[in-house]
């Protein structure tokens, strides 16, 4: 019996107060013996993240808003739990020893913690899209060379990993992950002109954060996990593919070279793929609903329109260009989201918007992979830059 298996597994959670830390921190109570909390960490959510750290027991709590740390101070004051707050605190808190580090922080500034919480030795279940959507070949260069094991957290990723024999890799001919299709899988480009926010909140199967329920909708959330399953299973763009499928039963598939085609099926519920990273290399238990095959009666799948989804179409022309064009598209994508949520363009815009960015960068020479931290998050930040810029080019046209 390894010590992992005889004592609690030490678990830091950066970003324990979005979705994916809320399921992550569901699996924990139900089973608290098997854990001992090292860290949680919060973008701003004081209360909540004081509250989560004093029932958990962890032994520090940070907030990413230095201007929240009297109030997370003032909150844990009494109490065994360490305050701390800002970026260099995330990254203090990511290298505490932990035997896994759950990396669930939205965008760029989760890349520096994660790396921080690889080269201090714990295994990372990853959450974080950018850590190889702007950094994949130096994000996982590095965790080769620090020999971690990397789990992934998305539910296609995921299922993929269940299925994805790496003794036989050289047997694989494809890695499908299927995309729900989002609620406009069925309008019209002219009914998606006039698609709002509010529309595009409510996803059919998942419960999501907004960002990434825009992106499912738009499909741009699939081409980002496209770039992700590259790096992830260093797996050439021309032997990934999405496969549209309604029901979010079947979760991914691998095809063989000798015709066999694996598949991973399960409720839409994000506690089946963080359980199987909790637990991993064995299984634990989760309150997933189990999937009832004869009640679903049916599965449908159909091939992606990549001209009324032209963000998927990016997302594959980025992974093909290589270099530091998903990084670019990413950023600019971030930015062209926020910009529809707060009404500032419309539904369509968010794919001219990040081509136009893709576009500029080019022109000034930008799409160059990044081959160190410092340099990924240089790029991130001209990307941002550039599609602010292109935004209000965009607002004074219009």
Not at 18 to 24: A, D, E, F, V
Not at 233 to 238: I, T, V, Y
Request: contains cysteine; aromatic residues 4%; glycine residues 8%.
């Amino acid at each position: 019996m390894s010590a992992r298996d005889s004592a609690p597994v030490r678990l830091t959670i950066l970003g324990a107060t979005g979705s994916i830390g809320t399921s992550t921190i569901d699996l924990v109570r139900r089973d608290p013996d098997r854990y001992s909390i090292v860290a949680l960490t919060a973008a701003a959510n004081v209360d909540r993240l004081a509250e989560l750290a004093i029932e958990l027991g962890a032994k520090t709590a940070v907030v990413a808003d230095p201007a929240r740390y009297e109030a997370l101070k003032l909150r844990l004051a009494g109490t065994s739990v360490e305050p701390a707050a800002g970026p260099e605190a995330l990254v203090a808190a990511a290298a505490r020893p932990a035997d896994l580090v759950m990396s669930a922080i939205v965008g760029a500034a989760g890349l520096p913690p994660t790396i921080a919480a690889m080269e201090a030795g714990a295994s990372i279940a990853l959450a974080n899209k950018e850590c190889l959507v702007c950094a994949g070949a130096f994000f996982m260069a590095t965790a080769a060379r620090l020999g971690t094991t990397v789990l992934p957290v998305d539910s296609e990723h995921n299922a993929v990993f269940q299925v994805f024999d790496r003794a036989n890799r050289g047997a694989i001919a494809e890695v499908i992950l299927t995309a729900s299709g989002g609620p406009f899988r069925t309008h019209s480009r002219a009914e998606m002109a006039r698609v709002t926010p509010a529309q595009a909140l409510r996803h059919p199967n998942w419960v999501m954060g907004a960002k990434v329920t825009i992106d499912s909708s738009t499909l741009m959330n699939k081409g980002l996990e496209l770039v992700e399953a590259h790096h992830l299973f260093g797996m050439a763009p021309e032997k990934l593919s999405v496969l549209v499928h309604p029901q979010s039963a079947v979760h991914g598939l691998v095809r063989y070279a000798d015709g066999s085609l694996l598949a991973q099926l399960g409720s839409p519920d994000m506690r089946t793929p963080i359980a199987v990273c909790l637990a991993w290399p064995r299984r634990q238990g989760a309150p997933s609903v189990p999937l009832d095959l004869a009640r679903l009666g049916s599965l449908n799948f159909e091939a992606p329109d990549r001209e009324r989804f032209p963000c998927l179409a990016i997302a594959e022309t980025a992974l093909r260009q290589g270099g530091g064009a998903t990084n670019v598209m990413n950023a600019a994508n971030e930015i062209a989201v926020e910009a529809f949520l707060a009404g500032r363009i419309g539904y369509l815009e968010i794919a001219a918007l990040t081509t136009h960015s893709l576009e500029a960068a080019d022109r000034a020479g930008l799409l160059v992979e990044p081959g160190s931290l410092a340099a990924a998050l240089a790029l991130d930040s001209e990307a941002r830059a550039i599609a602010r810029a292109e935004l209000e080019r965009l607002a004074r046209a219009s």
